[in-house]
Every structure is written in structure tokens, then in C-alpha cells.
């Protein structure tokens, strides 16, 4: 599974998905933003910034930051396979921290939702610097559509 | 499991903990809090900022802030039953949840390491408004210690 | 939380729980019995056997076998807290070993189903020896109510 | 990621296998066999057995078989990457359930050792009938190195 560069086409999806992905406070506060979307590898990044740092000494990003970049790429690519926006929550994620992130270098966050129904999204994400062969952290979840209100709630015609 | 009141030791232990939980910057970024302290359960607290919102339209704390406040609570529950503070990085995290955070409130992040070893650490916590017998997520991991440098390297006399 | 010693009130609950659990084959075969059960902490348990063992060097019971245990004990104690039985499948289940099962000693399985909604259960278990105080693996785990048939369709009257 | 077909050089690892696998009286007890050794995917299966079964009204196989079979894919897909065995013991694993087994079906449980270090070994595997593309389980663990005896202490030369 290698990285994908950004074609114009996913560009444009790219300049979509920016407004809903700083729908959320927090994901505008960490710095998210948008990198690639394809149906099966939806990736957002974060820049470095010296107030994500979890160990002032090595100057590793918090694994916090990694969790929550992690969390909204596979909300995101749960979108990806959606005809339309459906409200839904997480009902728990896993994190496996392999390795730190290296100071100072951006962070993707790319995932994928590999099964669907109509009740659940099994997802499945990894944080990187240079390709998603070689993660520093993995992400596993189950999400499940729920009846409140949806984050994103303008329709958005052709998710992909 | 009932949440404490503060007594006099445990606001001693309090003020000594906060420059240890604030010597990670992007605790300090979220407003992590001391507020209890016990061998078997360690609070930290997260006042409700604005910043910190996942969904604008319901004003509920994002779920990266929930887990990020739940490591840290995690690791300093670690401490507690060394006798001298070793360096560890957590190997994985699970996070249930549970309900959605009640917006407008204070978040409580209480965590007890249950079983130590040489090598590994196990623990579970879970955050909480009002108790930890009613909380809206919860969360387990695995920490190792390490050989690298720990994030905290005054030497803390009696770390309980 | 201490193991309870079984009451003539409980022994009627064991007898009358050992038909639901060995109505599957899986558990029968593995040897399954009820122990005790109360609504906050129902415990099964797998007497030592040698074809369970996983490592005949040292004759530890095989982690699958845990598994099995802990999964059976989870979905019992969520049907302690429903007023009648609903089918429902496991989502997903986290397991921690932490130290090897006593080579000859009988396995206990206790869990707890602690958040309960009209579409999920959260739950948690503890295989042990002597004491849930003291146990060797943890389970943590998310099970869904489906429209399927459930494994176990008696009407079973006054669940607790 | 699609399953391969058994080429004269894998039936030799396969048969060579075998033995391995039996040395554990659980995975004789449940029939496990190998079906495929590659690096990258190390594949052991299940035939379908009455006595395996959770749900005798669906004839569905019990998950704690299916956990069971990860298990002993993820620990021989460590193996597959080590110069010679080492001991080690599963810290944890997870699993997700995505569907049921299909009754009267084989059973195979495949996994990778995606990342490893001297002292942590991070894998996954997934269950299926037809291809990993299609699983109805997936598993996700940690495994540690020990100072233990190994499982399997005849030299194996040229695992690979």
C-alpha cells in the first residue's frame, strides 16, 4: 500500500473536505488538514508545531495528537464509502504506538473503512512520515451510525 | 470505586505533580490538571474549553482530548507505584466509549496501574464527570519501560 | 471486588444456567461449568485438563481457551442485566495476558457487563485462580443486540 | 493481499510445519492444520467439526475458535521473521468480528508480523473462507520476547 500524490482531481477533494474536516474545533485547533482521498486511503496530516510535543527533551509529538489525527482519518474515510453524510460515533478505538514520531517532520494520518453495514464501520488507519509501509502508530476501530445529528450536515453531492 | 475529595496530603501531592504534568507541552496546550492522587487511582481534569469541541453543533469534547487526557492519566498511575520514576512509552491503548462527554463540563481522567512488572506495565482508567462508577469512556493499555530518557528527570522523593 | 462462595440461592442459579451454556457444543466440549452469579460478576470455569494445553513443556492452558472462557462469562453477565434474553453477537474483544494460567489449577472466568444500552453492551472480564484480584488475562469487549435468533430461546423466567 | 496456492516449495514448509503446530495439544484437540507459509502471510486452517461449534441452532463456529487459530497464526508469523526461534508469550489481542463464519465452511485464520524489534513483535491476521479480502475476523496483538523456554526447541534450520 503505498502513499499516493495528489492528482488534480484529488486536489479538488482535497479543497472540498478542508471546511468540513475545521468543522470541528479541535481538528482546526491541532492544525488537521486535509492531504489525499481516495475510496480506500483517506489521509489528513499534521504539520509540526512545538505545542503538540508530548516530551519536551525529544521533542516527540503526544501520542494524543497522534489518537486524534488517527480518530478523524477514519471518520473520514468512513465517508469515503457513504453515498451520503450519516451521523455515527466511535464506539472504541485501538492504538499501537510502534515507534516515535521523529521531531520536527509532518504527520499523516491515512485509513480506511474496509467493511461496512448498515449498522457499523470497521476501520483501520496508520500515522507516518514517508509512507504508510512504514508507521510509527496503527489505529483500529468500530464506528457505529447512530440517529443524532451529523457533524456535517450540508449535503455533499458525490462524497467520491 | 468512589471518587475522592482532596484532603491536605493529597493537595500537597497535587502541587507537586503539576510541574511534572506540565512538563509536556501539549498538556499544558489542553489544560491538564492535577486534581487527585492515590496509589490505586490518579485523577487528572480538563476544564471545557471552546477549543477543545469535536462537533460544533453539540458542543461536545473531541475524543483525541478524552484519550490524550486518559494517557496521561495512564502513565502518572505508572508512577505512582514505582518507587522511582522510569522511562516508558506506552505500547498500545484501547479506548471504549461509552456516551458523549456532556458539553459545558469538566472532564475527570482516573487511572490505576492494576499489575506491574519489570518490563510492563498494565493499566485502565476512565473518564468521568461526576464518578467514575458512571463513566462515558473508558480505556486499557500497555506500557514498557524503556532505556531512553524519561519525559520527568528531577528525582521526586516519595513518589507516593 | 472478592469471588463469592455459592449460596443455596446461587446453586439454584448455577444449575439452572449450566443448560444455556452448554447448549453450545464449543463450551461443552471445553469442559464450561457455571461457578457462581450474581448481577455485577457472573463466573464460569474450565476444570485443568491436558488437551487444553498450549505449551506442553510447561502445561499452560492454551490463551484460546481463555478466550473462549472469558467471551462465554462476558455474554452471560449481560444477559444478568436484561430483562429477557435478546440475541446478540460480539463486536469485538480485547484480551491482556498477563502472566501464564497455573499449570493443573482450574480456571475461573468472571465478567461484568457495566454500560448497557438498547443496542450495545461494554463489558469486562478477569480470568483467575484464587482471586479477580489477582487474575492472569483481562478481557474487555463490545457486544451488539441483533435481529438473528438467539443462541439460547427458552423464556427463561426471572433472569436474577 | 490475495491467498496463494500451495507451490512445491510451500507444501515443504507446510509439512515441515505441522509438527510445530502440533506440538500444542489445543491445536491438535481443534484440528488445526497448515495451509501456506509465506514471509508475509502465514496461513493455518480449521476444517469445520460439530464440536467446534458456539451456536448449535446456526451451526456458526465458536469465536473463541476463531481467536484460538489467530493466535497460532500471529506466533508463527513472528517466525517467519525471526533467524532462529526465540521465545515469547501474546501481551494482548485484539479482535474484531465483522460477520459469522459460514457453517460447514473451512476455517483460515492468515497473519503477518508487520513490526519487529528485539524485544516486541506487532501483528495481524485475519479469518476467512475464500480470501483475506473478505475476512469475517480480523485480529490485531502484541507479542513479547521472553526468557522462557520456547514451545518449540528443536533448531529449525532456514525458517524461511
Not at 5 to 15: D, F, G, K, M, S
Not at 69 to 90: H, V
Not at 110 to 127: D, H, I, M, N, Q
Request: net charge negative.
Amino acid at each position: 500500500m503505498t502513499d499516493t500524490t495528489t492528482t488534480p482531481a484529488e486536489q479538488e477533494l482535497v479543497a472540498r473536505w478542508q471546511k468540513y474536516i475545521h468543522a470541528s474545533p479541535y481538528n482546526r485547533e491541532l492544525g488537521v488538514l486535509p492531504h489525499a482521498a481516495q475510496p480506500d486511503w483517506f489521509v489528513l496530516k499534521i504539520d509540526y508545531q512545538d505545542f503538540l510535543v508530548g516530551d519536551p527533551k525529544t521533542g516527540v509529538i503526544h501520542g494524543g495528537v497522534i489518537t486524534a489525527l488517527l480518530d478523524a482519518a477514519c471518520g473520514f474515510s468512513i465517508f469515503m464509502k457513504l453515498p451520503e453524510l450519516k451521523p455515527m460515533a466511535t464506539l472504541d478505538l485501538r492504538m499501537d504506538y510502534l515507534k516515535p514520531a521523529t521531531p520536527g517532520r509532518t504527520i499523516f494520518g491515512g485509513a480506511v473503512c474496509y467493511k461496512l453495514t448498515s449498522e457499523l464501520a470497521f476501520v483501520r488507519g496508520a500515522a507516518y512520515h514517508d509512507s504508510p509501509d512504514d508507521p510509527f502508530a496503527m489505529a483500529v476501530g468500530i464506528y457505529m451510525f447512530t440517529s443524532g445529528r451529523p457533524v456535517i450536515t450540508e449535503k455533499v453531492g458525490g462524497m467520491q
